[in-house]
């Protein structure tokens, strides 16, 4: 079965840094990775996709990498602020079982001031 | 953007009780909703998998008599509970997703806010 993992439940860091995330998956080769935040109490907001073909992807201060060969995204967060301080979810959309999304387990990023 | 809402945003209820929670998608056709159940600490599982006017898939290990999932509209999937207990105590979670178009390329889902479902 399809198993994605991230590497961390919880990662601190000084505002301004860059935050990275890692996510790795097996068993299967997505055509879709996408990255999500998740605040307390609440559902998940989409942040970025990546597709198989895609090498990378930037949205503001986010970026996203996806390797197929190491099985890996990584997701940075550049100039960090507290308000970034969040759940980070990964997941693979399945293509062939519906585009359903399989999540990791999440990655709580502490931004402190 | 596209808007997803849940109802109610929490619930009480005693044990052997049902509880519905109803999933809106705000501005958009859903053609696909999917339910999820999130424990503390821990990742979204996906519990099942509802298309408009069919049946929902579920997954495995996710009981499709206690979880009666409906999705009798393009706008509106309802999950009940029934004969809750305990164990059923978690944070349930819908996402929507509209036609993907020629080609079977799919949409972004969009969460909702989620459901607290506390049973004592």
């Known amino acids: 079965s399809q198993k994605i993992e991230q590497n961390s439940e919880a990662l601190n860091i000084q505002e301004g840094k860059t935050a990275t995330l890692t996510c790795n998956y097996t068993n299967y080769s997505p055509a879709y990775l996408q990255w999500y935040r998740q605040d307390p109490g609440r559902g998940p907001v989409f942040l970025l996709l990546?597709?198989?073909?895609?090498k990378e992807k930037r949205k503001e201060r986010l970026k996203v990498t996806f390797d197929t060969t190491l099985k890996q995204s990584l997701f940075h967060i550049t100039a960090s602020q507290p308000a970034d301080s969040a759940t980070y979810l990964c997941a693979l959309l399945i293509y062939n079982q519906g585009g359903k999304l399989i999540f990791g387990q999440g990655t709580e990023l502490s931004v402190k001031p | 953007g596209a808007v997803v809402s849940q109802h109610p945003s929490r619930v009480i209820c005693k044990s052997g009780t049902s509880v519905k929670i109803e999933c809106r998608s705000l501005?958009?056709?859903?053609?696909?909703m999917f339910w999820y159940r999130q424990f503390p600490k821990q990742s979204l599982m996906l519990m099942a998998t509802?298309?408009?006017?069919?049946?929902?898939?579920?997954e495995q290990g996710v009981e499709k008599d206690k979880f009666l999932i409906n999705h009798a509209s393009l706008t509106l999937s309802t999950l009940t509970v029934t004969s809750a207990h305990p164990e059923d105590s978690s944070f349930y979670i819908c996402?929507?997703?509209?036609?993907?178009?020629?080609?079977?390329?799919?949409?972004?889902?969009?969460f909702g806010p989620g459901t607290r479902l506390t049973v004592l």
């Open positions: 990546i597709r198989e073909n895609e």
């Open positions: 509802s298309n408009e006017g069919s049946k929902a898939t579920y």
């Open positions: 501005d958009f056709q859903a053609t696909t």
């Open positions: 996402s929507a997703r509209d036609y993907g178009g020629a080609g079977g390329t799919y949409n972004e889902q969009f």
